[in-house]
């Protein structure tokens, strides 16, 4: 019968306690209180922040707009009939941002920059917040140039400058 040594069974408990790596992964979740008109009611998310993403299940992404004291208004940036009350909803801690630049142009994305237009994934390298303080009068270069969105009625009603900041919302 093997002699049992102390100091081998040390150093094996040592090498497998070094080797030994467990990853935690604490997220904060918080549960839908109510869905409407794609805005959803959320509680629990405690330390949300303004614009921040949040996951709800399925992959569906929603934006942190409402902060209030006791619940979080999402604006859900998906299809809103697969989200029900109760359902729970993670933090991710990332504040919502797009990619700019090159790769953007003749690109079809949605709300949060993710193309839809079937001709696979963006080559972004620079990333901004989709909601950022819009430069001051001064510093922005003049709108003299006229830009075509291909409706006809936008076009005729309401012109729109090349480099203007321009809302056009369509059902």
Same mark, same amino acid.
């Not at 972004?124 to 009068?137: D, L, Q, S, T």
């Given at each position: 019968?093997?002699?049992?040594?102390?100091?081998?069974?040390?150093?094996?408990?040592?090498?497998?306690?070094?080797?030994?790596?467990?990853?935690?992964?604490?997220?904060?979740?918080?549960? /839908?209180?109510?869905?409407?008109?794609?805005?959803?009611?959320?509680?629990? /998310?405690?330390?949300?922040?303004?614009?921040?993403?949040?996951?709800? &299940?399925?992959?569906?992404?929603?934006?942190?707009?409402?902060?209030?004291?006791?619940?979080?208004? /999402?604006?859900?940036? $998906?299809?809103?009939?697969?989200?029900?009350?109760?359902?729970?909803?993670?933090?991710?801690?990332?504040?919502?941002? /797009?990619?700019?630049?090159?790769?953007?142009? $003749?690109?079809?994305?949605?709300?949060?920059?993710?193309?839809?237009? $079937?001709?696979? &994934?963006?080559?972004?390298?620079?990333?901004?917040?989709?909601?950022?303080?819009?430069?001051?009068?001064?510093?922005?270069?003049?709108?003299?140039? &006229?830009?075509?969105?291909?409706?006809?009625?936008?076009?005729?009603?309401?012109?729109?400058?090349?480099?203007?900041?321009?809302?056009?919302?369509?059902?």
């Amino acid at each position: 019968m093997a002699q049992i040594n102390a100091s081998e069974i040390s150093d094996i408990i040592k090498k497998r306690i070094q080797e030994f790596e467990k990853t935690v992964d604490l997220a904060e979740t918080g549960t /839908v209180l109510s869905v409407g008109d794609n805005v959803a009611r959320v509680y629990g /998310v405690r330390n949300c922040m303004a614009m921040e993403l949040l996951e709800f &299940p399925g992959g569906i992404m929603g934006v942190a707009l409402n902060l209030e004291q006791d619940n979080v208004g /999402v604006a859900v940036m $998906g299809d809103v009939e697969n989200i029900k009350e109760g359902d729970p909803v993670k933090r991710t801690g990332r504040i919502a941002q /797009v990619p700019v630049g090159d790769c953007m142009l $003749g690109r079809v994305v949605d709300g949060l920059g993710n193309p839809i237009d $079937g001709k696979g &994934p963006l080559d972004a390298k620079e990333f901004r917040r989709i909601e950022m303080k819009a430069p001051g009068v001064i510093a922005r270069k003049p709108v003299h140039e &006229p830009c075509y969105t291909g409706l006809k009625a936008v076009d005729a009603m309401t012109p729109v400058g090349r480099g203007q900041r321009e809302l056009i919302i369509g059902d």
